[in-house]
């Protein structure tokens, strides 16, 4: 990532923590790190820029129609110009086919899917008035495939966000900006443990019991996510483009 500059939302924590940290470790010259906390955003700039890169913090709510244009047009102001994108932030919210209600799904979609186009657009536009190549990785879920009852408002944005990906990569292969996506499984992150232990009612011990249950013995990792993404942000994985990679313990359409 030497020389990049990069926008990483849902920067502060979890994936996006671990994307932005990998990314300055790998040499990129900014970060902008996109959250809605802005204490926690600014420890985590602080911190990712004792790395060795400079990284701000923009704090913003995606649900906002206007906050992707405002992120990127922050990133411009700091760096002059942007080389890569990660959409890592999103709502996990639990809504089925059943219950779930339009404002729930207004808001989940915000966030997830239509924060990452207009991002994706901005990166886009700006990548072909400089006549440069660039790399956007959207994170997505195994959910996409389906997804849990309950999670049915959530699995359908991850499903618009991985047929967007390939849509864009498409479009704009000629234009050298890549755009890959990672289906991710259950992953241990401070919101996850949040949803689970507290917003669900499952007490501190969920953990140990959903890991309990895993091949490997425990959930997915933030970093083992940050370090594909890295690889495919990254010039090491030219030229691939439209690759919706399944990073799970599980194997779908597997049986026995």
């Known amino acids: 990532m030497r020389g990049q500059v990069v926008i990483v939302t849902g920067g502060a924590q979890g994936v996006g923590r671990a994307i932005a940290e990998g990314a300055a470790k790998a040499g990129a010259r900014g970060l902008t790190i996109v959250g809605r906390d802005a204490a926690k955003g600014e420890r985590a700039a602080a911190e990712i820029t004792s790395l060795g890169t400079e990284c701000h913090s923009v704090v913003a709510d995606l649900v906002e129609p206007q906050a992707p244009a405002r992120v990127f047009e922050a990133a411009l102001a700091r760096f002059n110009r942007v080389d890569a994108l990660a959409n890592a932030a999103a709502l996990t919210d639990r809504g089925s086919l059943a219950d779930a209600d339009m404002a729930l799904w207004d808001r989940l979609f915000a966030v997830n899917a239509r924060a990452p186009f207009f991002l994706m657009q901005a990166l886009v536009r700006h990548l072909r008035e400089r006549r440069a190549g660039g790399s956007v990785v959207n994170i997505l879920s195994m959910h996409a495939h389906g997804g849990a009852p309950p999670l049915a408002v959530y699995a359908s944005t991850k499903a618009a966000l991985a047929g967007l990906t390939r849509n864009a990569a498409h479009a704009h292969r000629f234009d050298r900006i890549r755009v890959n996506g990672i289906c991710a499984g259950w992953i241990d992150t401070p919101a996850e443990r949040e949803m689970q232990a507290n917003t669900l009612g499952l007490g501190a011990g969920w953990l140990a019991d959903v890991a309990a249950r895993q091949p490997f013995g425990r959930l997915i990792s933030a970093q083992e996510v940050g370090r594909l ?21 599980f194997v779908i359409g597997a049986f026995g």
């Open 229 to 249: 993404a890295l690889y495919l942000l990254s010039q090491e994985s030219e030229p691939m483009t439209g690759a919706l990679i399944d990073q799970e313990q």
